[in-house]
């Protein structure tokens, strides 16, 4: 099929609920994608935030082609080594408190996961989440997401769902009644903007959760898997969450969703209270487990940070040549470009010219690029933006 067909195809085919970009993506390594003429891009979309490892990582696709041979399918109800390797794997690297998991397949479904635990652990129905906040689409997540154009066409949502303002502590604390369960929150708010929290912002929420026995959710969906610098960016400020939220990036770009607590609080559970046909399925589960090895052995948090602190000088310098930002700000490899103006035409130009970027807001890039990414990609992606930032000034 050629690339018009192609196009039109989706666009007849498939719900238009995506803003498409004009460009078929046939092939990827690393950091690196190929359109269906053979047009390369350095990626920082990394199918937002997915591509952690990088696309197609050998250890992956070589693990996820041995289980293929093996066994795709095995319900949750039957035990599976790959399934028990997985679970042993990611809680090495999780605090040890956070010690029983939920497996899903995405990331609305982990927020989902943990809405549904803190309100059977507690026994009580009110979830505070933050204005700003992203924590995906299905009834549940959307309940907790803020984003007006995202929830009004589809109300009534959930009830007993409240957002206070981000940062401040306090306000959460005032918020809290008697049938809160839990406080909602992302450790750097994504979709909202790369919003990194003031210093005592998080530890604040820890306080406030231990004094008054409500639970505090981490959705780290998008910051979580070495993104920020560290394996989860709640590690930058020495707080833990009492239920954990994954998703994205885990599973080395096949659809995964887990959901971490704290035993006590995953036990309230019974059998049959929650469940999904494909949560745990071995082939996913091989994925992942070779992808938390090239994490460990790749030693990418702290590739992140190098490269992340790296590439956000790179975009200061850029800011302080073009007039045009506002600021730039981020963790490692989560970085945002606040411009004066709409950044839909950056977009599209840097596509162009061979540089995939993410919006999150009308007026701000986001980088989300395979920690893989080498330097040499970094300096095309500055370039890049070097010029199409002169032509927009223009
Ligand atoms: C992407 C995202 C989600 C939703 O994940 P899906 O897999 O799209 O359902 C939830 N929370 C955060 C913080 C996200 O970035």
């Known amino acids: 099929m050629n690339e018009k067909d ?5 666009e007849k085919l498939m719900a238009n609920v995506y803003a498409k970009r004009s460009l078929v993506l046939t092939r990827g390594k690393g950091a690196l994608v190929w359109d269906i003429n053979g047009k390369e891009y350095v990626d920082c979309t990394g199918s937002y935030g997915v591509c952690v490892v990088g696309h197609s990582h050998p250890k992956v696709v070589d693990a996820v082609r041995r289980q293929a041979e093996t066994l795709i399918s095995c319900h949750s109800s039957f035990y599976n080594d790959v399934r028990s390797e997985l679970l042993l794997k990611i809680t090495q690297i999780t605090p040890k408190v956070l010690s029983k998991v939920f497996l899903a397949n995405s990331g609305a ?14 026994g009580k129905p009110e979830i505070i989440a933050m204005m700003g906040a992203f924590h995906g689409k299905t009834m549940g997540a959307l309940s907790a997401t803020w984003d007006k154009k995202y929830r009004e066409p589809f109300k009534p949502l959930v009830p007993e769902f409240k957002h206070v303002p981000p940062n401040n502590p306090e306000k959460v ?4 009644t008697e049938k809160t369960a839990a406080i909602l929150v992302e450790p750097i708010r994504g979709e909202g903007g790369i919003r990194i929290p003031p210093k005592d912002f998080l530890s604040g929420l820890r306080e406030i959760c231990d004094e008054t026995g409500v639970l505090l959710i981490f959705d780290e969906v998008q910051t979580g898997f ?6 989860f960016a709640f590690e930058h400020w020495n707080v833990v969450p009492d239920i954990l939220c994954l998703a994205k990036s885990v599973a080395g ?9 704290k035993e006590d609080v995953m036990s309230s559970f019974k059998v049959g209270e929650h469940s999904t046909t494909f949560g745990g399925n071995p082939l996913v589960c091989a994925a992942a487990c070779a992808a938390i090895d090239v994490l460990v052995e790749e030693k990418l948090p702290e590739r992140a940070a190098t490269l992340g602190r ?6 200061e310098d850029l800011q302080a040549r073009h007039r045009v930002v506002r600021e730039v700000r981020g963790l490692g490899l989560m970085i945002g470009m606040e411009f004066r103006f709409d950044v839909l035409n950056i977009i599209l130009k840097s596509m162009e010219r061979g540089v995939l970027v993410l919006d999150a ?3 701000i890039l986001r980088f ?7 330097r040499e990609h970094i300096n095309r992606v500055i370039a890049v933006l070097d010029t199409v930032m002169e032509e927009e000034k223009e």
């Open 109 to 122: 479904e982990a927020v989902e996961c943990a809405i549904k635990v803190a309100r059977k652990f507690s």
């Open 361 to 363: 807001g009308r007026n």
């Open 310 to 315: 790296y590439f956000k000088e790179k975009l």
């Open 226 to 231: 070495g993104r920020t610098g560290k394996f």
């Open 253 to 261: 770009g096949l659809p995964i969703g887990m959901t971490i607590a």
């Open 173 to 176: 604390r005032e918020a809290i």
């Open 6 to 10: 192609i196009i039109n195809l989706e």
């Open 368 to 374: 989300l690029p395979p920690l893989v990414i080498k």
